[in-house]
């Protein structure tokens, strides 16, 4: 017994022999010049046929030929060395076949899978090409050679490595063993030939070459000891590992956003133009956000101060007897009003066009600047307030009740052309749709104290900043010195009115004219003026604004004929004025 023991030994000691030189095998990294099987050195004959692999996978030039030459020396090496060892341990031969260890072809039997059947049959197959190879290396090449043929045939399963190597080498003959490492080698070998790139073929038998060695050291270090033991014969895997990156806090990311010392000159160019751009977008997207809130507030105050003062005006007006001695008219402010003055002193009436969104209080300052840009609470808005000209006089009462002073002859009132029809946008549809006029030709105009209507006569396009002979500026036409300066300037405004009607005007009618900007003419000069007279006593509101007609001969600013050359005015054409002598 102690003979066997001392035989195990031996044995033991010269696979640690192997383990070492396959150490050395792996680190170094000098090449070895070509060697025949005769003249290699005892170490040398220690490389397993994993080792050979690794090299050839190394050197990115070896083939399935060159594997089958390195294969079919490995084997005959195989073959003397067991035949040598076979006097030897004929006594530890005969009891290890008397023991109840299974060999592989037990072990390959109790696996249920299809690629353990398979690795079954491989390792039968091999193990039958192995007893009949004969004593030459040639022979024994041509056997495994036509046994890998007809496998490479075969459908590529996966082999379990972990179950084949499971065999330890004090439990099974030896050469058992090294026909399971033939049976791995030749199925990552098929698996090689069967991949569509050489990289993937390489890696294939690394994998496969990496189980055989991890096998061979569990064979003779104990399991607690065999993943230290892998990590210290395979160092590389190790280095493989991919590790994980750190992610980047919110505040690092942040300030990589910004160029710092390191980034070359196309980086830093880079970043200063994406934050351009995001500044540009914050900017733009702020103007646009500031705009729409503008609107939305500025239509709400609106709504709820016109409610104010519908509500109140709903209450009857109680009239005011007159004394004979004092024949002038007494004036009382409407309850309505009252409400609105309340909220703002400007406040000094409020104006509408039926079935249109133009409804608001109109309000008057020391100067023209004040409310473009104000609410009546003086809040900032882009859409400002509808007001009166400074200049204008308009149902100015003192605490008795009577008028101040008489009232302008021509009530200039602006507001702003406001994209969602606010103000005065809907006025634009009097240019741009022909029945607009007809459908809305009547302005109704509240003081604080009277209500008044105006039916709309002209409605024209001028030029703010004209100044050539086709000048024009109705809003500083406040009161007329004469009859004639009268029909002048309602006849100037019929030579330019859009569309002609049959409203007639008459000198002392009070006019009204409502002015805001228009895109007709480039650079933003263009003013849309829509000009009306007050409806007389008894008169109905409606007669003559039915059935106009488009004006043959519109006279427009000279900054309309350069943008439009093939157009032109004609003084002598007909034209039927204004007035009793025919006006200007």
Not at 425 to 445: D, M, Q, S, T
């Amino acid at each position: 017994m102690s003979d066997r023991f001392n035989e195990e030994s031996s044995e033991a000691q010269r696979r640690a022999e192997k383990i070492k030189a396959i150490r050395r095998s792996i680190h170094s990294e000098a090449e070895v010049a070509p060697t025949t099987y005769d003249n290699k050195t005892e170490t040398e004959h220690t490389e397993s046929i994993s080792d050979r692999i690794m090299r050839a996978k190394e050197k990115k030039m070896a083939t399935a030929a060159d594997i089958l030459e390195e294969l079919d020396a490995a084997i005959a090496y195989e073959k003397a060395e067991a035949a040598r060892m076979a006097a030897e341990a004929a006594d530890a031969a005969e009891k290890a076949a008397e023991s109840t260890t299974p060999d592989i072809s037990d072990l390959l039997d109790g696996l249920e899978t299809p690629a353990h059947e398979e690795l079954k049959e491989i390792a039968e197959e091999i193990a039958g090409d192995f007893t009949e190879v004969a004593d030459t290396v040639t022979d024994k090449v041509e056997d495994f050679t036509e046994v890998s043929e007809e496998s490479a045939e075969e459908p590529e399963e996966d082999i379990d490595l972990e179950a084949v190597f499971s065999v330890k080498p004090d439990e099974a003959e030896e050469p058992t063993r090294v026909i399971s490492e033939e049976a791995i080698v030749r199925a990552a070998e098929e698996r090689a030939r069967n991949t569509d790139s050489e990289a993937a073929a390489a890696e294939n038998i690394q994998e496969a070459e990496h189980e055989s060695k991890v096998a061979q050291h569990r064979d003779i270090i104990p399991d607690a000891a065999g993943a230290a033991a892998e990590e210290a014969v395979f160092p590389e895997k190790k280095k493989k590992t991919k590790k994980k990156k750190k992610k980047k806090s919110f505040k690092q990311r942040l300030i990589d956003l910004f160029p710092h010392k390191g980034d070359s000159v196309g980086e830093c160019i880079r970043k200063v133009v994406f934050l351009c751009s995001v500044i540009a977008i914050f900017v733009c997207g702020y103007m646009v956000g500031d705009y729409y809130y503008d609107l939305w507030s500025s239509k709400n105050k609106t709504e709820k101060i016109m409610e104010i003062y519908d509500t109140a005006s709903e209450k009857k007006k109680t009239p005011v007897k007159k004394t004979d001695e004092d024949k002038r008219k007494k004036y009382t402010m409407l309850e309505g009003a009252r409400k609105l003055r309340e909220l703002s002193s400007d406040i000094v009436g409020v104006i509408s066009i039926p079935d249109t969104p133009l409804n608001n209080p109109v309000l008057q300052a020391e100067d023209n600047e004040k409310y473009l840009t104000r609410k009546y609470d003086l809040s900032e808005n882009v859409a400002g307030e509808i007001f009166l000209d400074y200049r204008n006089h308009f149902d100015e009462v003192d605490d008795d009740g009577y008028l101040k002073c008489p009232n302008s002859d021509n009530l200039i009132i602006y507001g702003h052309n406001m994209y969602d029809d606010q103000m005065f946008g809907c006025l634009k549809y009097y240019v741009r749709n022909e029945a607009y006029y007809g459908l809305h030709p009547i302005i109704n105009l509240s003081s604080n104290y009277e209500n008044y209507q105006y039916k709309i006569f002209a409605f024209f396009v001028v030029d703010a900043f004209d100044d050539t002979d086709t000048k024009f500026e109705c809003w500083n036409d406040i009161d007329f010195d004469s009859e004639e300066d009268f029909y002048n300037f309602v006849n100037e405004a019929k030579r330019r009115t859009i569309r002609t009607n049959d409203v007639d005007v008459k000198y002392g009618d009070p006019l009204l004219t409502l002015s805001t900007c228009n895109s007709y003419l480039p650079d933003e000069r263009a003013r849309l003026i829509i000009l009306a007279r007050q409806v007389r006593e008894g008169e109905d509101p409606m007669k003559g604004t039915q059935d106009s007609q488009p004006n043959p001969n519109i006279k427009w600013p000279t900054l309309y004929y350069d943008e439009h050359p093939n157009e032109h005015y004609y003084p002598e054409a007909e034209f039927v004025p204004y007035g009793p002598k025919g006006g200007k």
